[in-house]
């Protein structure tokens, strides 16, 4: 199988066609965007932790039969995934409260929910990924009624096997972004699972080990992502 030539280029993320219609490469970038992308940088050797730890997180959850697009690691920044059409629809769930959450709604930072929650946003740069209600997905177009409910069941899954495999490596889930697609009607988790995507915690200090630590010029970006690297590698 051999790459043909790039089918999408997102802020961190080209994803590329393949002489096999059924599998595409995905190549991550070093590119770190926070904010709409109005902070840009690019910092060496991100896309190969971010696609290492992807890896893991995929094989963790498709030994748990969720059924993601992740075939293999094919080199340091590619993975080899099956081609989806992809929903328009971004799933976050929410453990603890953080980020936009506390700014929209007020709620206090480390406010710990359960069960977790889980929102829909519209998956749009240009009108910054707004939150939507079931009844929004719905009424768009976006999802079908059945697929809107396996996409909830799933993320809980998700967050189920997740939460409980980086607890038992001292990593805290506090809340993550899932895309899903289709693949001969069956839908099929896609994109990536990454601190670049999730909000991960050391569980006894509380130190921040994911994207916030650029969005909030903290440092030591390379240092969490290597150390959440390490322990999710880890036995």
């Known amino acids: 199988m051999r790459k043909t030539k790039p089918l999408y280029e997102g802020k961190a993320k080209i994803l590329w066609e393949t002489d096999d219609p059924a599998l595409m490469v995905q190549e991550f970038k070093n590119d770190a965007t926070a904010f709409d992308g109005t902070k840009h940088e690019v910092i060496e050797g991100k896309g190969t932790l971010n696609n290492t730890i992807s890896s893991h997180l995929f ?11 992740f075939r293999e690691k ?42 977790a929650i889980v929102e829909f946003y519209l998956k749009d740069d240009d009108l910054h990924d707004p939150i939507l209600s079931e009844e929004h997905v719905r009424a768009l177009g976006l999802a079908t009624p059945e697929q809107v409910s396996q996409m909830k069941e799933r993320a809980l899954r998700v967050n189920e096997i997740l939460g409980d495999f980086l607890l038992e490596r001292g990593i805290r889930l506090v809340d993550f972004k899932l895309e899903f697609g289709t693949m001969n009607g069956e839908l099929v988790l896609g994109d990536e699972i990454s601190p670049d995507t ?13 994207k916030d630590r650029f969005r909030q010029d903290l440092g030591g970006f390379l240092e969490a992502y290597n150390e959440v690297l390490s322990r999710v590698s880890s036995k």
Request: aromatic content about 4%; charged content about 35%.
């Open 59 to 69: 094989h963790t959850l498709d030994e748990k039969g969720v059924r993601t697009h």
């Open 74 to 115: 094919t080199s340091d920044t590619e993975m080899v995934v099956e081609r989806l059409d992809m929903l328009r629809v971004e799933v976050v769930v929410r453990n603890i409260a953080a980020g936009s959450m506390v700014r929209r709604l007020g709620v206090e930072k480390g406010t710990t929910f359960d069960p």
């Open 198 to 210: 999730c909000r991960f915690h050391d569980a006894e200090s509380g130190e921040i080990m994911d």
